[in-house]
């Protein structure tokens, strides 16, 4: 089991979002802490269901939602619950490049799928944390100013992902389009 997470994970009320899939990954990475998890697939009954708990004064603290959310999507749904609700958007990697800003603009946090234990977690901690904001993520590294990382990958998504962990350290990253790229 993953060790306790410092929020108190059980005490809290959550509302899933989008597909039986995500609803299944979520459900099971909360499993060994047994918070209250409802789920509906689509954004109009989630907003029915999330006011509904609101107006009976049991609501709902942290609301996932599915980025691949047909109707109004999940950055429109996201900002409406803004200072409501902790919001979480789970989206894949290939997404985080095209709408990982637009999510934490809303004021919400990403959440990669597919969804692990370690990573709800990680992203419940830092959206529950009120200074979690105003301090970037972690990235680990030392200061290694003045270095040249040289990486390659077939995938955009996953050269901005890279380009975007390094920023900031002071290491000139040079990203190829793949590995034959990066022999020349």
């Known amino acids: 089991a993953p060790p306790p997470p410092t929020v108190a994970v059980r ?4 509302l899933v979002i989008g597909s039986a ?3 299944d990954a979520v459900t099971g990475a909360l499993a060994a802490w047994a918070p209250r998890v409802e789920h509906t697939v689509n954004e109009v ?9 609101l107006g009976k004064n049991d609501p709902f ?6 980025a691949a959310l047909p109707y109004a999507g999940a950055i429109a749904f996201g900002a409406a619950l803004r ?3 902790t919001v979480l958007v789970a989206l894949p990697l290939s997404a985080l490049a095209d709408v990982g800003n637009l999510v934490e603009e809303i004021g919400a946090w990403p959440l990669l799928v597919p969804v692990t234990t ?3 977690y990680a992203a419940l901690e830092r959206a529950l944390d009120p200074l ?5 993520l972690p990235t680990d590294l030392p200061d290694l100013g003045g270095r040249v990382v040289h990486a390659a990958d077939q995938d955009p998504d996953g050269r901005a992902l890279l380009q975007a962990f390094l920023d900031g350290t002071g290491i000139e990253v040079v990203v190829h389009k793949d590995a034959h790229a990066l022999l020349q």
């Open 61 to 66: 603290h942290v609301v996932v939602l599915d």
């Open 45 to 53: 009954e989630g907003e029915r269901l999330f006011h509904t708990a």
């Open 21 to 23: 899939d995500l609803d």
């Open 83 to 85: 200072g409501h609700a």
């Open 11 to 14: 005490s809290l009320r959550f």
């Open 132 to 136: 979690a904001r105003l301090a970037p």
């Open 118 to 120: 370690e990573a709800l």
